[in-house]
Nanobody, 127 residues
Protein backbone atom coordinates (compact mmCIF):
# COMPACT_ATOMS: atom_id res chain seq x y z
CA UNK A 1 0.00 0.00 0.00
CA UNK A 2 0.99 3.61 -0.51
CA UNK A 3 0.16 6.79 1.36
CA UNK A 4 -2.01 9.26 -0.55
CA UNK A 5 -2.28 13.00 0.07
CA UNK A 6 -4.99 15.02 -1.66
CA UNK A 7 -5.03 18.77 -2.22
CA UNK A 8 -6.97 21.38 -4.14
CA UNK A 9 -10.45 21.20 -2.67
CA UNK A 10 -12.45 24.29 -1.84
CA UNK A 11 -15.60 26.28 -2.50
CA UNK A 12 -16.72 27.61 -5.85
CA UNK A 13 -19.84 28.99 -7.45
CA UNK A 14 -21.77 26.97 -10.05
CA UNK A 15 -19.93 27.05 -13.34
CA UNK A 16 -16.56 27.39 -11.62
CA UNK A 17 -13.50 25.19 -11.90
CA UNK A 18 -11.24 23.36 -9.46
CA UNK A 19 -8.22 21.12 -9.83
CA UNK A 20 -7.54 18.34 -7.37
CA UNK A 21 -4.17 16.67 -6.94
CA UNK A 22 -3.18 13.45 -5.21
CA UNK A 23 0.40 12.43 -4.57
CA UNK A 24 1.30 8.84 -3.77
CA UNK A 25 4.26 7.89 -1.61
CA UNK A 26 5.36 5.30 -4.15
CA UNK A 27 4.66 3.79 -7.53
CA UNK A 28 1.13 2.63 -8.24
CA UNK A 29 -0.49 0.85 -11.15
CA UNK A 30 -3.82 2.65 -11.18
CA UNK A 31 -5.22 5.69 -9.41
CA UNK A 32 -8.74 6.98 -9.20
CA UNK A 33 -11.02 9.60 -7.73
CA UNK A 34 -14.16 8.76 -5.81
CA UNK A 35 -16.62 11.09 -4.13
CA UNK A 36 -19.21 10.88 -1.39
CA UNK A 37 -22.00 13.38 -0.93
CA UNK A 38 -23.92 13.71 2.32
CA UNK A 39 -26.40 10.88 2.66
CA UNK A 40 -25.13 9.03 -0.40
CA UNK A 41 -22.79 6.13 -1.06
CA UNK A 42 -19.27 6.71 -2.32
CA UNK A 43 -19.10 6.60 -6.10
CA UNK A 44 -16.35 6.38 -8.66
CA UNK A 45 -15.61 9.57 -10.59
CA UNK A 46 -12.62 8.73 -12.79
CA UNK A 47 -9.76 6.27 -13.00
CA UNK A 48 -6.46 6.18 -14.86
CA UNK A 49 -3.59 3.77 -15.34
CA UNK A 50 -0.34 5.34 -14.22
CA UNK A 51 2.20 5.52 -17.00
CA UNK A 52 -0.43 4.79 -19.63
CA UNK A 53 0.01 6.63 -22.88
CA UNK A 54 -3.36 6.12 -24.56
CA UNK A 55 -6.80 7.38 -23.67
CA UNK A 56 -8.01 3.82 -23.29
CA UNK A 57 -6.53 3.74 -19.81
CA UNK A 58 -9.08 6.26 -18.51
CA UNK A 59 -12.62 5.73 -17.26
CA UNK A 60 -15.24 8.30 -16.21
CA UNK A 61 -18.62 8.31 -14.57
CA UNK A 62 -21.29 9.38 -17.04
CA UNK A 63 -22.24 12.33 -14.82
CA UNK A 64 -18.80 13.95 -15.20
CA UNK A 65 -17.55 12.66 -18.56
CA UNK A 66 -17.80 15.95 -20.45
CA UNK A 67 -16.70 18.19 -17.56
CA UNK A 68 -13.94 16.42 -15.64
CA UNK A 69 -10.53 15.29 -16.88
CA UNK A 70 -8.22 12.91 -15.06
CA UNK A 71 -4.52 13.11 -15.81
CA UNK A 72 -1.30 11.79 -14.35
CA UNK A 73 2.35 12.55 -13.87
CA UNK A 74 3.84 9.13 -13.33
CA UNK A 75 7.26 10.56 -12.57
CA UNK A 76 5.76 12.40 -9.60
CA UNK A 77 3.36 9.58 -8.64
CA UNK A 78 0.61 12.19 -8.88
CA UNK A 79 -2.87 12.13 -10.34
CA UNK A 80 -4.97 15.20 -11.06
CA UNK A 81 -8.67 15.84 -11.53
CA UNK A 82 -9.56 18.95 -13.49
CA UNK A 83 -13.17 19.78 -12.75
CA UNK A 84 -14.86 22.31 -15.03
CA UNK A 85 -18.36 23.73 -15.00
CA UNK A 86 -18.96 22.49 -11.48
CA UNK A 87 -22.55 22.17 -10.34
CA UNK A 88 -24.14 21.90 -6.92
CA UNK A 89 -24.61 18.16 -7.43
CA UNK A 90 -20.82 17.83 -7.51
CA UNK A 91 -20.60 18.90 -3.86
CA UNK A 92 -18.94 16.05 -1.99
CA UNK A 93 -15.83 14.83 -0.28
CA UNK A 94 -13.44 13.67 -2.99
CA UNK A 95 -11.17 10.72 -2.25
CA UNK A 96 -8.07 9.58 -4.05
CA UNK A 97 -7.51 5.83 -4.39
CA UNK A 98 -4.70 3.67 -5.67
CA UNK A 99 -4.39 0.00 -6.51
CA UNK A 100 -2.41 -2.67 -8.27
CA UNK A 101 -5.28 -4.60 -9.83
CA UNK A 102 -6.37 -4.30 -13.42
CA UNK A 103 -9.80 -2.86 -14.09
CA UNK A 104 -12.23 -2.73 -16.97
CA UNK A 105 -15.29 -0.78 -18.00
CA UNK A 106 -17.48 -2.76 -15.60
CA UNK A 107 -15.42 -2.67 -12.41
CA UNK A 108 -13.20 0.42 -12.47
CA UNK A 109 -15.59 2.12 -10.05
CA UNK A 110 -15.61 -0.74 -7.55
CA UNK A 111 -13.88 0.21 -4.31
CA UNK A 112 -12.52 -3.33 -4.00
CA UNK A 113 -10.17 -2.71 -6.94
CA UNK A 114 -8.22 -0.15 -4.88
CA UNK A 115 -6.18 -0.87 -1.77
CA UNK A 116 -5.02 2.59 -0.68
CA UNK A 117 -7.18 5.59 0.11
CA UNK A 118 -6.57 9.23 0.93
CA UNK A 119 -8.27 11.18 3.69
CA UNK A 120 -10.47 13.14 1.31
CA UNK A 121 -10.83 16.78 0.34
CA UNK A 122 -14.06 18.77 0.46
CA UNK A 123 -15.47 20.30 -2.71
CA UNK A 124 -18.43 22.63 -2.22
CA UNK A 125 -20.34 24.18 -5.10
CA UNK A 126 -22.80 26.83 -4.00
CA UNK A 127 -24.13 30.18 -5.08
Amino acid sequence: QVQLVESGGGSVQPGGNLRLACEASGNTYRMAWFRQAVGKEREGVASIRMGGTDRGTEYYADSVKDRFTISQDAAKNTVYLQMNNLQEVDTAIYYCAAGTRTVNLYNWHSESRYSSWGQGTQVTVSS
